[in-house]
């Protein structure tokens, strides 16, 4: 098309720029292209290609590791996502909105499960958990096991500060004055929680919770510490795989993960659209004359 159409001809700095964004998107999806493709292959071996089949994805349903590390990974991912979501919120709500002593050394301790290596917290985690158990143990007679309950309590930990921080980015974008209309109206502290500001940060607490969840599924550091018999993770157990040799069932088992990962962003990402029109028509009712 001609430049008197309008459309300006692309310079060789656009087309290098263009290039070198092909070449950086076929280097991080091409392997997992790849791994997808080679998950439906029959041969045992993962790098020569036979013919193609559902065998790895047979031999996924019908192994009870797997089967018995995925519904760990669920229990926990469940339990955490909820727990971490509503103390996360909580912790938002009170660092935004609430002036109190000793809140900026609240705030900073907030980011530091985000910042500090993960093998840093595994380790502490592991420290806390045993010497509480020998508390118990020498205090009632009681010594709690590494299960399902230390994991949760460690995804719990860290997502508890991802979620607090995608709320309070919502929260910071919220125009204050809707609420003091609120209270205005005579309404509770509760009332307007409820009928303005969660409505309004429910965008932020859904995708807080998303981000929770998909953590708590991918999270292999520090779950490997905190795990006990009978309760590995999928991806801990993947991890196990992939330290023993490479299999197809592992290709099988990450593209069953991609797939779940990628259904969780097509939720949020269809809520966040759903919301924005809800949210806005929400601002315009309550916008102060």
Do not use: C
Not at 12 to 24: C, I, K, Q, S
Not at 66 to 80: G, T
């Amino acid at each position: 098309m001609s430049i008197s159409a309008g459309v300006r001809p692309k310079s060789p700095t656009e087309r290098m720029l263009a290039g070198n964004a092909w070449l950086v998107y076929a280097f991080f999806y091409a392997p997992i292209l790849v791994l997808i493709v080679f998950s439906f292959n029959e041969n045992n071996n993962v790098g020569i290609w036979t013919e193609p089949s559902l065998r790895w994805y047979r031999d996924v349903l019908a192994n009870d590791a797997v089967m018995s590390a995925i519904r760990v990974s669920l229990i926990v991912a469940a339990i955490s996502t909820v727990v971490s979501t509503i103390l996360g919120t909580m912790t938002a709500l009170s660092l935004e909105r609430f002036r109190y002593r000793g809140r900026r050394a609240f705030d900073g301790l907030v980011y530091l499960p985000i910042i500090i290596p993960d093998v840093t917290m595994a380790v502490m985690l592991l420290l806390f958990f045993a010497q509480s158990f020998q508390w118990l143990d020498a205090a009632l007679g009681w010594r709690p096991s590494f299960g399902i309950a230390t994991i949760s309590l460690s995804h719990i930990a860290f997502n508890i500060s991802f979620v607090a921080v995608v709320v309070r980015a919502r929260l910071g974008q919220l125009d204050a004055r809707l609420e003091e209309a609120a209270a205005d109206l005579y309404a509770t502290r509760w009332q307007a929680f409820r009928r303005v500001t969660f409505p309004l940060i429910a965008p932020g607490v859904v995708g807080g919770a998303l981000l929770a969840l998909t953590l708590s599924l991918d999270d292999v550091v520090v779950t490997s510490f905190v795990a006990g018999p009978g309760s590995t993770t999928l991806p801990v157990y993947v991890f196990g795989l992939v330290r023993r040799g490479v299999t197809p069932l592992i290709n099988a088992v990450s593209t069953l993960m991609l797939v779940a990962s990628m259904v969780l962003i097509a939720i949020s990402l269809g809520f966040q659209r759903t919301s924005r029109s809800r949210v806005a028509i929400r601002e315009q009712e309550l916008e102060p004359n």
